[in-house]
């Protein structure tokens, strides 16, 4: 009711204000073009065109042409003669003369003009125009003065006018024959063409070159259309056309009657009772349905009393109206739509975690339930998006069905969570869930397995809802990771959460601060007895906390996406000191632990391009180590990324082998020049059969594909000796060095180039 309120006061306004002109303008033309018809064919134009400005070189023309030319149109039988044309001055006394025995012979069938014009370019007053008295004597008076509107156009023409304090009708209602009140006019209907108008030169007219026929009983007005005469005005529809064109026009128009006009009102009535139904249209499609019918129906409405009734109303405030209905339903739905998409997950429909938190602080509970769907995303990535979303609304039933049909919220991608609000038998409801969910369910087609595992959280005010529904959440992602049932969230986990939030908050400025230090850890060459190669690892000393090892940050900065800047960090500082070491003769590479995220970063990619480029290092000099499990995420977005690093020059090199899954279709689809051996593989290899076979297996298997391999875990001789006997390439590990900062190394590289 407001927004049919706001738009009724809109449109009142625009009606009282006459802002809306411009827009009715615009809607008549439209109408005007929609019904474009010929004329009646009921009225010539005798016309002065150029043809007859050459053939009567002279002008003012010599008034005996126009004695015969009404001598000619009398004959013809020609029902009324008007003239628009400017008799106003005197020429010779014979001229005249000729001029005024034709009107005589007429009768009272000649129509001479009389118009108001400006005094003279300064003046501010208006002088009226008469014919001669000679030639009033036996003509009629007709005023053919033209208003064209503020903007240049004539779109209105009088009924009649007073001139030299006479009422006098206007030439296009004598033409139509039309009696009306002076000083009052009325809109032209230029859906008539005016090419359809019949014309005729005025001196084949005068000169007996037409049939009669034509004009008989017809009523002609003659004026000029020659360009040099000047006597042209801008109209709608059909740009600049003569005056007389126009007079003819508005005569066209009265034949059918004076064109009725109203007010603005009674289409502003309509247009509320539209305006009612678009506000009360409940779909989407009555909504669009209403939004095209209403504007089309007032629109046709209108339009069409004109030609049916002769009746003309102002649409523009009417328009308005119907346009801010429209607008404010439009907006309203927009505003329902998008608290709807803030409220529902896009994938499922199912309530999300903002409508879980609305529903938390109108209704207080016992606390939070969550489910956490074990292998999500393998699961998404063998079903697809759609199917995926299908399984979640199918484990919503479920949980609704044994919850006895409690509100189900989607608060993650592979997390749904629902309000708990009685403690009791938490055990016997989530072994009954679980005992449910054993049962596979069908989706696309396949029977799918899937596992949950529960956290609960309990409610803490109305101040920290979200804080209830992550610690649910985490407490059933603590329970995945533990394989039991569930697990209750332990305020005392809140301590390991400030931390972890706290080092993530300090981790961005720990570079710049110069906290974050680069050490690295030697790879001896067994075939030339030397270390030909280092690892970078990272380091964080912080002002408080002293020295963190990397199991703190590193998988901290990898979940919430810091991990970039961090090794982007490593890589600049192990480029400077490879330059270092080159330029003070130590020839070795340097590794860097490339982060399984960043595999799939198009922005971090083309960073460590930059920064490769930019340093002018031969890329020949750099390793990238990614993880097995790296490779098993996105194996085609890996590979790409890889081969983009090869291309560089760069080696690349598959760390902890042997951990992950699926390993030897990674060895012969990854572009791998190295291959290192998992330290718990490795450390006992020499004294354990199983392991010393894997490892010799795998060394190998690498070599027959053309890879080097690397050792890790080496902290004694015998392993050593072990790793040598079976032609490894390399090994890593504390028998060889601790990782050490890069002075340190320097010193490490000196010694074992003096043993070697």
């Known amino acids: 009711m407001i927004a049919l309120v706001l738009s009724g006061a809109l449109g009142i306004a625009t009606g009282a204000s006459g802002y809306g002109i411009g827009l009715d303008h615009v809607l008549r033309q439209v109408g005007w073009s929609a019904r474009q018809h010929e004329a009646s064919g009921n009225l010539h134009i005798v016309e002065i065109d150029a043809r007859s400005i050459r053939d009567i070189d002279h002008w003012p023309w010599p008034r005996q042409h126009y004695a015969l030319l009404v001598d000619r149109l009398r004959a013809a039988g020609a029902a009324s003669i008007t003239f628009d044309v400017d008799f106003s001055s005197p020429s010779s006394p014979m001229q005249d003369a000729a001029f005024a025995a034709a009107l005589a012979r007429a009768g009272d069938q000649v129509v001479l003009p009389t118009f108001s014009q400006r005094i ?19 003509a009629a008076l007709a005023a053919v003065t033209v208003l064209p509107d503020r903007d240049g156009f004539v779109r209105r023409m009088p009924v009649g006018t007073i001139t030299a304090g006479e009422p006098r009708p206007s030439l296009s209602a004598i033409a139509a024959g039309i009696a009306g009140s002076a000083d009052t006019d009325f809109p032209i209907d230029f859906a008539i063409d ?46 600049v056309i003569p005056g007389v064109v126009i007079q003819a026009l508005a005569a066209e128009t009265l034949r059918a009657g004076i064109p009725r006009e109203s007010g603005w009102p009674l289409p502003l009535l309509l247009a509320l009772g539209l305006s009612l139904l678009i506000l009360r249209a409940t779909s989407r499609r009555a909504l669009a349905g209403s939004l095209v019918a209403a504007p089309l129906a007032l629109i046709g409405t209108g339009l069409a009393f004109e030609p049916l009734l002769h009746w003309i109303f102002p649409l523009a405030p009417a328009v308005v109206v119907i346009t801010v209905s429209g607008s404010v339903a439009l907006l309203m739905r927009m505003l329902a739509a998008a608290r709807r998409r803030r409220l529902h997950d896009a994938e499922t429909g199912l309530p999300n975690r903002h409508a879980l938190v609305q529903a938390m602080q109108s209704r207080p509970g016992a606390g939070v339930l969550s489910a956490h769907i074990a292998d999500f995303e393998k699961l998404a990535a063998g079903l697809g998006s759609l199917a995926a979303a299908d399984l979640v609304k199918r484990v919503r039933d479920r949980i609704a069905l ?74 059933a992602s603590r329970a995945l990771g533990a394989g039991t049932a569930w697990l209750a969230h332990d305020a005392g986990d809140d301590e390991a959460i400030d931390r972890d939030l706290s080092l993530l908050g300090e981790l961005d400025a720990a ?68 330059l270092g070491w080159h330029a003070r003769g130590h020839l070795i590479t340097g590794a860097v632990n490339i982060s399984a995220k960043l595999l799939n970063s198009p922005d971090f990619i083309v960073a460590l391009r930059t920064l490769v480029e930019a340093s002018q290092i031969d890329p020949a000099w750099l390793t990238f180590e990614v993880t097995e499990s790296a490779a098993m995420d996105d194996p085609q977005g890996a590979a790409e990324a890889l081969r983009s690093f090869r291309a560089m020059g760069i080696a690349i090199s598959m760390d902890d082998y042997g951990t992950g899954q699926s390993t030897l279709s990674y060895l012969k689809e990854l572009p791998l020049n190295e291959l290192k051996i998992d330290r718990s593989f490795v450390q006992f290899a020499h004294q354990n059969r199983g392991d010393g076979v894997l490892v010799r297996s795998t060394v190998n298997l ?55």
């Open 120 to 138: 003279d370019a300064g003046a501010k007053g208006r002088t009226d125009s008469l014919p001669i008295a000679a030639l009033r004597a036996h």
């Open 402 to 475: 044994i919850s006895e049909g409690v509100t189900v919220y989607r608060v993650e991608d592979r997390v749904l969570a629902w309000r708990c609000y009685d403690k009791a038998d938490l055990d016997q409801r989530v072994a009954t869930l679980r005992t449910v969910m054993l049962n596979p369910i069908d989706v696309a087609g396949r029977r799918v397995d899937v596992s949950l595992a529960i956290g609960f959280a309990e409610d803490a005010g109305v101040e920290r809802v979200d804080r209830v529904i992550a610690h649910a959440a985490l407490a």
């Open 194 to 239: 005016p090419a359809s108008i019949p014309r005729h030169s005025f001196v084949d007219i005068r000169d007996g070159r037409f049939d009669p026929a034509a004009l008989r009983g017809k009523a002609v007005v003659i004026g000029a259309t020659a360009v040099e005469l000047g006597d042209r005005y801008a109209v709608p529809n059909y740009g």
């Open 511 to 578: 570079i710049p601060r110069g906290e974050i230090h680069v050490v690295y850890q030697p790879k001896l060459d067994l075939t030339k007895g030397r270390i030909t190669s280092v690892e970078a690892l990272v380091r964080w000393q912080h002002p408080t906390r002293g020295f963190l090892r990397p199991d703190l940050f590193i998988p901290l900065a990898e979940r919430n996406d810091r991990i970039s800047a961090l090794t982007l960090h490593v890589l600049g500082q192990t480029i400077a000191d490879l």
């Open 702 to 756: 690498a070599h027959e594909l053309g890879l080097k391999v690397v050792a890790e875990g080496v902290e004694d001789a015998a392993c050593l000796t072990f790793l040598k006997s079976i032609d490894c390439d390399m090994v890593q590990g504390y028998f060889v060095s601790r990782p050490v900062p890069a002075d340190a190394l320097e010193v490490l590289l000196s010694e074992y180039s003096i043993a070697a």
